[in-house]
């Protein structure tokens, strides 16, 4: 149901929290619910490495192939069996509060998903401090353009982003494609953006921002909850089509950021959806993708084979 108004209003709820309120609702690892905080973050390492040990395991890969100059600028590419020009690919970009986490303890959907005929790519970009979020949209979108260049017969280049990484993933509905010479084969587009943030105004005032020193200007421009609703409209890419998918166990603001968020596309004709995925936290809901079974890993097979 579509409501007036959206995360970025001087109504928005979290303006009339507390500093110590604000940080709980943007500590994910604070509202787990089968283990400590502590131990959800030391799981979620766990599981993201030990998947990727077993991705490159498989000696399918094109490990730390670079996107660009820059000496984090690499991608790991995972490969199905049966390998054809026409390959779907999925490319995911890791969640850390754009200031920890890596590619090389990424892979966490890499062997289900080839195991089904989609190639993986991970993306490494350069978390703060070294990378500003400029830095890392700019990063991010030209690991895309790569990825279509590399593989220009490709049967699709699908987005997967978690939680900082979702909010990667949502602004490249804005990137400019034609500046980096490429269109990528967007036009069967499916966005999958797990537990992500798109207004980041509110994550400025809590103590994650230290390391990105993000003023009210980076935070807007680089929000695409802000684009949606305070930009010129950007014309909707019809093909494209955008799953905003929450855990149950999210805190409520993340709840807020992903609703609101599918809210400010569909108000703007993108083809965009909603899930609430049942019984899983923040962290849970990303590492259960190594789970070919998990709902979400078939959500995403499903999409991707979908005819667009
Ligand atoms: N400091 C955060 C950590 C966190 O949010 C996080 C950690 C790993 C992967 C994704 C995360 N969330 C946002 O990017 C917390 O306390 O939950």
């Known amino acids: 149901m579509d409501v007036p108004g959206g995360g970025g209003g001087r109504g928005a709820p979290w303006r009339k929290m507390s500093k110590e309120e604000l940080e709980n609702q943007y500590s994910p690892s604070r509202w787990v619910v089968r283990r400590g905080a502590e131990e959800a973050m030391r799981t979620y390492s766990q599981i993201g490495d030990e998947a990727t040990k077993k991705a490159r395991a498989t000696g399918r890969s094109l490990l730390d192939m670079p996107y660009g100059d820059g000496e984090g600028e690499k991608m790991d590419i995972y490969f199905p069996e049966e390998v054809s020009e026409a390959l779907p690919f999925l490319v995911f970009f890791h969640g850390g509060y754009w200031q920890s986490g890596s590619k090389d303890t990424s892979a966490f959907m890499v062997s289900p998903l080839t195991a089904q005929g989609v190639a993986v ?58 500046k980096l010479g490429v269109t990528p084969n967007l036009k069967g587009f499916r966005l999958f953006l797990v537990s ?98 998990y709902v979400l890993t078939q959500i995403i097979l499903k999409t991707i084979f979908q005819e667009s």
Request: charged share 25%; aromatic share 8%.
């Open 121 to 178: 790519v991970i993306v490494a970009y350069d978390i703060a401090p070294k990378g500003t979020l400029d830095k890392m949209v700019d990063q991010v979108t030209r690991s895309v353009a790569s990825v279509q260049k590399r593989y220009p017969g490709n049967r699709g280049i699908h987005l997967c982003g978690h939680s900082a990484g979702a909010h990667l993933a949502a602004m490249m509905l804005l990137a400019n494609w034609t």
């Open 196 to 293: 992500g943030i798109y207004d980041l105004e509110p994550v400025m005032h809590t103590s994650e921002n230290a390391p990105l020193l993000v003023t009210l200007e980076d935070a807007r421009r680089n929000s695409p909850q802000w684009h949606l609703e305070m930009a010129p409209a950007q014309p909707a890419d019809p093909g494209c089509r955008i799953l905003v998918i929450v855990g149950q166990h999210d805190s409520p603001e993340f709840h807020r950021q992903s609703r609101e968020f599918y809210q400010a596309l569909r108000r703007r004709s993108w083809e965009a959806s909603f899930e609430e995925l049942r019984d899983v936290d923040h962290f849970e809901v990303l590492w259960n993708l190594t789970q070919k079974d």
